[in-house]
């Protein structure tokens, strides 16, 4: 391992606790930066922000509008249209939910969503709804072609940027263009695809797009949404309180508009979580992404490698790195995917993820397998002694060792 790998692994303290990570996709580990900013909140400052009017909120504020400005910077995009959430399933929902849907209209999405940006959608059906669903090829990828022909007379196209449960990266860009062409709105689950990608959503313009910080090398429990034009013009919030308004009076309210997310973060916010992500998406801008994400290729190359040459393994979704993010799933003959996991953890010290990771639809309606598969996903801070646990271990449950 090179001096800088090295430099960069000493960036996530928890990788001296032990073992092999390899679940990354359900939780980036979070880097020494945004815990320090984290501590940092509660030890110094310690208030709320915003109508504060002595040195210290005032300062509070301020570190969370540089927060801001930092996340939206990741992705490409203003601060003002950028609204912290809980997380990327909540800032779905705050979509499904905030639009006034008229009886009949019409929303499309896929078969490969996570629940979060499945759920939602196929709830509107209660509210009188049609909700369409595309099936992806057996590779994983959405035609864009094909999207545009269901997206039709649709009110909006909901998608994922990349597969949380197969890797897959959908060609967002064309996605968007399709069924912007065809008159709808556009979201996009960017959970996955904003951990892997340094994506310019600013230039593909969707008209939401949601991802989470516990994703990006910062703390649980927060996470954002970028609102475009379009989309701010017709979404209600979801939920109304203090900081939310302008005025209120018995007789009724009148929301904020000024800065454009003001609406939507009512109540006292998760202060030392929006600094947190700040830190790491400030650090995440600070990397050389493409060596980066280069090495975390030739890492997945071997994992790939490696699985399709044990005879007893079977992987789901594309069999080569380019086009994925460095998330595999698999399944090893005679084994189901929880006992696959108890044994990697218990006896190999690897931890990975078991069964359909929140996409029931994708496992039993295109690979036939409703207790799902094993997922091993990767990131910058794996190494190739990672892979060679792994890819040793399954040898060994092979074998019937």
Known sequence: MTDSANTFRDCFPSLNSGGVYLDSAAKTLTCKSALESMDNYYSCFDVNIDRGIYRRSIDASIRVDEARSEVAAMIGVSPERLVFLPSTTWAINTVANGIPWRNGDRVVTTALEHHSNFLPW?????????????????????????????????????????????????????????????????????????????????????????????????????????????????????????????????????????????????????????????????????LDWHELTEGTSLLLTCLLEGLNSIPSVKVYGPGEAAGKTPVVSFRVDGYTPHSIGSILCQNHGIMVRSGHHCAPTLWRDIYGRPEGAVRASLHAYNTKDDVKRLLLALECLGRGR
């Open 122 to 286: 196929i709830n509107l059906r209660r509210r009188g709804v049609e909700v369409d669903v595309i099936r992806p090829d057996s590779r994983g990828y959405i035609d864009p072609t094909e999207a545009a022909v269901v997206a039709r007379n649709a009110r909006l196209v909901a998608f994922t940027h990349a597969s949380n449960a197969i890797g897959t990266l959908q060609d967002i860009g064309a996605l968007t263009r399709e069924a912007r062409n065809a008159g709808a709105l556009v979201v996009i689950d960017g959970a996955q695809g904003a951990s892997h990608e340094c994506t310019d959503i600013g230039e593909i313009d969707p008209d939401a797009y949601a991802f989470s910080g516990h994703k990006c090398f910062g703390p649980a429990g927060i996470g954002a949404l970028y609102l475009s034009e379009r989309m701010l013009a017709v979404l209600e919030p979801m939920v109304l309180g203090g900081g939310s308004a302008e005025d209120s009076s018995p007789g009724g309210y009148t929301l904020k508009n000024d800065p454009p997310w003001a609406r939507f973060e009512p109540g006292t916010p998760n202060i030392p979580g929006m600094i947190g992500f700040g830190a790491a998406a400030s650090f995440r801008q600070s």
